[in-house]
């Protein structure tokens, strides 16, 4: 008999880019439902992990990073996918990095000081910080720059002190049965998640050299006698960027597509057939309808 849900509801992840708001939902929720880099704006979408335990579900929402400077298209769309959620969660966390304050979080917290529901401050990253003592000056600090429900200090890479944040999401939820299933742990379906576990790996590998007007479109989701066959096209805008997802006689494509595939049986639980191709479709991330049909559906 599963235990009843008396209480329910959103808590969204918020902050600038590279703070670590995906690998502190993936930790929450103790598997990966968000992809994550050390790029700057790896999540482009907003994303739902739905954590059901002790009479709670907790459903946070990863955004992208909220950043200045929104010149694209595709900037634009992270943007407004980040800020569409403000409105309509009943807790914020709001994600700094300890080692820095930056014009960027300053944007962000000038949007949350008119918000009404909780926000609580989570600085991020505090193993990292060689000098214990300016542990305590540094939180004094930061917990100046507004008034916050909470100030919680964590570790998202290690999971330190994640208890505290869901406690105090509990305290925040609103009475509530269940929005979702017990078992479902995010909104997106699995052609979505074979997508971004592609992007990864492609983000990963190529670190500085990978160009951000790249994207993952899925041609082909289909299970056949137990094997899962997905047919992928990783687009980029240029030739030349074709030639570094390619890389010398394709060592890259194949690397990346192995590393994914391996991914994917862990994840899916079933055989994999993964088949990937790389095109050119110029200037696809400056141009809205081009992102509809590749995906960015939160762009009216």
């Not at 990966?32 to 050390?38: A, E, F, H, Y």
């Not at 003592?133 to 540094?138: C, G, N, Q, S, V």
């Not at 079933?270 to 191709?277: A, D, F, T």
Request: positive net charge; glycine residues 6%; charged residues 30%.
């Amino acid at each position: 008999m599963t235990e009843k849900i008396d209480k329910c509801g959103f808590i969204a992840i918020v902050g600038r880019p590279n703070v670590g708001k995906s690998t502190l939902m993936n930790k929450l929720l103790g598997q990966k439902i968000s992809i994550t880099s050390r790029k700057p704006q790896t999540t482009r979408h907003r994303i739902l992990g739905i954590k059901t335990d002790l009479g709670v579900q907790a459903v946070y929402v990863d955004t992208p990073g909220m950043h200045l400077g929104a010149a694209s298209a595709m900037n634009r769309y992270m943007n407004r996918a980040a800020n569409s959620v403000l409105n309509d969660v009943d807790i914020i966390f709001f994600v700094v990095d300890i080692h820095k304050w930056s014009d960027e979080d300053q944007n962000v917290l000038d949007k949350l000081a008119r918000e009404k529901v909780p926000v609580v401050l989570v600085i991020n990253k505090v193993d990292t910080l060689k000098d214990k003592e300016k542990l305590l000056p540094l939180l004094a600090d930061l917990s100046k720059k507004m008034e916050f429900t909470e100030v919680v200090p964590v570790s998202a890479k290690r999971g330190n002190n994640l208890d505290q944040l869901e406690k105090i999401a509990e305290r925040f939820l609103p009475k509530s049965g269940p929005l979702f299933p017990e078992e479902q742990v995010t909104d997106k379906s699995e052609r979505f998640v074979a997508s971004e576990i592609i992007r990864e790996k492609l983000m990963r590998r190529l670190q500085q050299e990978l160009p951000y007007s790249l994207t993952v479109e899925i041609e082909r989701f289909k299970t056949e006698k137990g094997i899962l066959y997905i047919d992928s096209v990783i687009w980029v805008e240029r030739d030349s960027q074709k030639r570094i997802v390619i890389g010398k006689s394709g060592s890259v494509l194949k690397e990346i597509g192995r590393n994914a595939r391996i991914d994917m049986e862990n994840i899916f639980e079933r055989k994999v057939h993964l088949g990937l191709w790389v095109k050119v479709k110029e200037g696809w991330s400056d141009n809205v309808n081009l992102m509809k049909k590749l995906g960015y559906d939160e762009l009216d």
